[in-house]
């Protein structure tokens, strides 16, 4: 009955928005999040909760990717869920952390970091290697990558280190958008990170506020990449949890994530950028206060999307009544979160449409325990096609050569067109 009563509620907010309103276009508040989802796959009350509250964009993180055909099988029952069709660029859309190195979310075997990228020079190899993320992204359905990290390398920075390209900007926005090229070239959209720069901050925002206390040449360095970002049109921005004195003096503790000098000031008006801006997730340690607060302090920053990574359903549904409640009180927040709406719709729009669906002729899973491994193991049944390789099958199975070489007592590589293959998930 309280669930019921909630979801009336939300409902009636909704349609309180909608009525009579000039504009046709339907404000979902739900739009304005990002979530993250328990599990590798959808539970009943998932399904519930995703239904209810229509979210623009779903998280995928570690706990939710095992393989290629489980983490396709997620996706397609998220899609089916929200929109009724599994359809690229549907809402809510699938997001993905892939940066390679220590945020190699898709368990990909070779996902060299941003440093070791930067340090060999290669701009060949940066494209080359975001195209296979980007390629491996694709095949399980994600949509967006949250990368590259436009951030500098600086000595003792906490939180990116390894994640950077380089420490000087023109070649950390030289190989940032070399990997941006390959990440479009496979039809998906990349996000830049994280606005105004992470890198000299020497604090790490998954614990503590970040503060970026640069000025001069110093912080015109440090932005640099950013703004070259959003003169090259760079689908998505996503902003920190970062506090900058020299960029919010009034609020010199605030983090970007939160402030509207920064976001509104900076980005928008200052910079002249229409993109897509994202929030880091708002429930890391930076960022203290009510978690519904936050998120719409976090719009009316001029964010067209708040990340969260805390499941927690009960949660979830208060953030969305406060956005609607908000909504309703206030046709200036109303307005902001239609022009956010058509931004969205702009990024959607720019991903290739392709239908998500399980291969089942391909792709088979059974339930037999197989050796080497022990317990219950789920088993791929792969037939063997023109172009396909142990290493490419690897990937795309979120698994190692080695391992399919020991599953199909195999002594090398050699692979031939028709022959059936046992591949473990997991």
């Given amino acids: 009955m309280k669930v019921f009563i909630q979801t009336a509620i939300t409902l009636f907010l909704l349609q309180s928005i909608t009525c009579g309103a000039a504009q046709a276009q339907k404000i979902i508040p739900?739009?304005?999040?990002?979530?993250?989802?328990?599990?590798?796959?959808?539970?009943?009350?998932?399904?519930?909760l995703l239904k209810e509250i229509q979210p623009g964009g779903?998280?995928?993180?570690?706990?939710?990717?095992?393989?290629?055909?489980?983490t396709l099988n997620l996706v397609a029952a998220i899609k089916r869920t929200v929109s009724g069709k599994a359809f690229s660029g549907?809402?809510?859309?699938?997001?993905?952390d892939q940066e390679g190195g220590r945020v190699n979310r898709l368990r990909l075997d070779n996902?060299?970091?941003a440093s070791s990228l930067g340090a060999e020079g290669s701009e060949g190899k940066i494209r080359d290697t975001a195209i296979a993320y980007a390629r491996a992204?694709?095949?399980?359905?994600?949509?967006?990558?949250?990368?590259?990290?436009?951030?500098?390398?600086?000595?003792?920075?906490r939180a990116i280190g390894d994640r950077a390209f380089s420490d000087d900007p023109e070649i950390a926005w030289l190989f940032g958008k070399r990997f941006m090229d390959g990440i479009?070239?496979?039809?998906?959209?990349?996000?830049?990170?994280?606005?105004?720069?992470?890198?000299?901050?020497?604090?790490?925002?998954?614990?503590?506020?970040?503060h970026l206390n640069l000025t001069g040449q110093a912080l015109e360095d440090t932005l640099l990449p950013f703004k070259n970002a959003v003169d090259a049109t760079v689908p998505a921005v996503l902003v920190g949890h970062i506090a900058c004195p020299a960029l919010d003096p009034e609020f010199p503790d605030t983090p970007a994530t939160l402030s509207r000098?920064?976001?509104?000031?900076?980005?928008?008006?200052?910079?002249?950028?229409?993109?897509?801006?994202?929030?880091?997730?708002m429930n890391m340690k930076a960022v203290k206060g009510a978690l519904e607060d936050l998120v719409v302090r976090s719009l009316r920053a001029g964010c067209d999307a708040v990340i969260i990574c805390e499941h927690n359903p009960a949660l979830l549904r208060k953030i969305v009544r406060t956005i609607a409640l908000e909504a309703e009180n206030d046709p200036q927040f109303l307005d902001m979160l239609r022009q956010s709406r058509k931004r969205l719709d702009r990024f959607?729009?720019?991903?290739?449409?392709?239908?998500?669906?399980?291969?089942?002729?391909?792709?088979?899973?059974?339930?037999?325990?197989?050796?080497?491994?022990?317990?219950?193991e789920t088993i791929i049944q792969h037939k063997v096609a023109a172009g396909d390789t142990l290493s490419k099958l690897a990937v795309r199975y979120g698994t190692t050569t080695e391992t399919i070489r020991q599953y199909n007592n195999k002594n090398s590589d050699v692979i031939r067109i028709g022959e059936t293959l046992h591949i473990p998930g997991n």
């Fill in 30 to 48: 739900g739009h304005s999040l990002i979530i993250a989802l328990p599990g590798k796959t959808l539970l009943a009350q998932d399904r519930d």
């Fill in 58 to 70: 779903v998280l995928l993180l570690g706990n939710n990717i095992s393989n290629r055909q489980q």
């Fill in 90 to 96: 549907a809402l809510p859309l699938i997001y993905v």
């Fill in 111 to 113: 996902a060299p970091s």
């Fill in 137 to 157: 992204a694709r095949e399980r359905g994600i949509e967006v990558v949250i990368a590259p990290v436009l951030d500098l390398k600086v000595p003792g920075s």
């Fill in 184 to 210: 479009l070239q496979e039809g998906l959209l990349p996000v830049v990170k994280h606005f105004p720069g992470h890198g000299a901050a020497i604090e790490d925002s998954h614990v503590q506020l970040a």
């Fill in 261 to 281: 000098a920064m976001v509104t000031g900076i980005l928008r008006e200052h910079w002249g950028y229409d993109g897509f801006i994202m929030t880091d997730d």
């Fill in 348 to 376: 959607s729009s720019r991903i290739f449409p392709v239908d998500i669906q399980p291969e089942a002729a391909t792709a088979v899973a059974t339930q037999t325990p197989r050796q080497p491994g022990s317990g219950q």
